[in-house]
Nanobody, 117 residues
């Protein structure tokens, strides 16, 4: 069982920034794709951004230009830098790690991000 632990969430004012971290209990090179998802109250979980083992990144349209996903393979940690945050970015943010060929799919417990003045 792989453990993914998110951190870095909190309360931030509109226009502010946050950096989320996701620390894995094993080498993140084990996973072809890692990503961040979020779920707001009363809504379905949605994609924020993904990054492949090779470093290729993909972003939801709502977050393009406002966030950057990255991974530090040496630290087995993935990051999400979010800028120009809006109230509608308020949600629980989840870390995900996948290796489809081995049918491995893991989720973290989530970290709350609240954007409010």
């Amino acid at each position: 069982q792989v453990h993914l632990v998110e951190s870095g969430g909190g309360l931030v004012q509109p226009g502010g920034s946050l950096r989320l971290s996701c620390a894995a209990s094993e080498s993140i090179l084990s996973f072809n794709v890692m990503g961040w998802y979020r779920q707001a109250p009363g809504k379905e979980r949605e994609l924020v951004a993904t990054i492949t083992r090779g470093g290729y990144s993909n972003y939801a349209d709502s977050m393009k230009g406002r966030c950057t996903i990255s991974r530090d393979n040496a630290k087995d940690t993935m990051y999400l830098q979010m800028n120009s945050l809006k109230a509608e970015d308020t949600a629980v943010y989840y870390c995900n790690a996948k290796e489809p060929l081995l049918k491995r799919d893991y989720w973290g417990q989530g970290t709350q991000v609240t954007v409010s003045s």
